[in-house]
């Protein structure tokens, strides 16, 4: 049984910073590509940033030089380090494993949410 569980998300205000994580089971780790995604109220869930099995990583426009993705294959842990945070970061964010590049998304995780606010 494959999980993925996220945590660390919660309230931040403005130009703050968050780090989110996310422990995976039931797959062989290192042989699939992760990704973070967010969805917020009234909008399509998009892929934030993506990471391949040998740490190779790629980030849309509007967080790169804020987020950072790294990830542990030996405690098959995927982290989002969020810095600078702005109210449009605001979103439920899922943690995902794939093989597919640059959208992993095989499995997902359950959710948690990040809110920029003052």
């Known amino acids: 049984q494959v999980q993925l569980v996220e945590s660390g998300g919660g309230l931040v205000q403005p130009g703050g910073s968050l780090r989110l994580s996310c422990v995976v089971s039931?797959?062989?780790?290192?042989?699939?590509?992760l990704g973070w995604y967010r969805q917020a109220p009234g909008k399509q869930r998009e892929l934030v940033a993506a990471i391949t099995g040998n740490g190779v990583s790629t980030y849309i426009d509007s967080v790169k030089g804020r987020f950072t993705l790294s990830r542990n294959n030996t405690n098959n842990t995927v982290a989002l380090q969020m810095n600078s945070l702005k109210p449009d970061d605001t979103a439920v964010y899922y943690c995902a494993a794939g093989r597919q590049w640059p959208r992993p998304n095989d499995y997902w995780g359950q959710g948690t949410q990040v809110t920029v606010s003052s």
């Open positions: 039931g797959i062989i780790f290192s042989n699939y590509h």
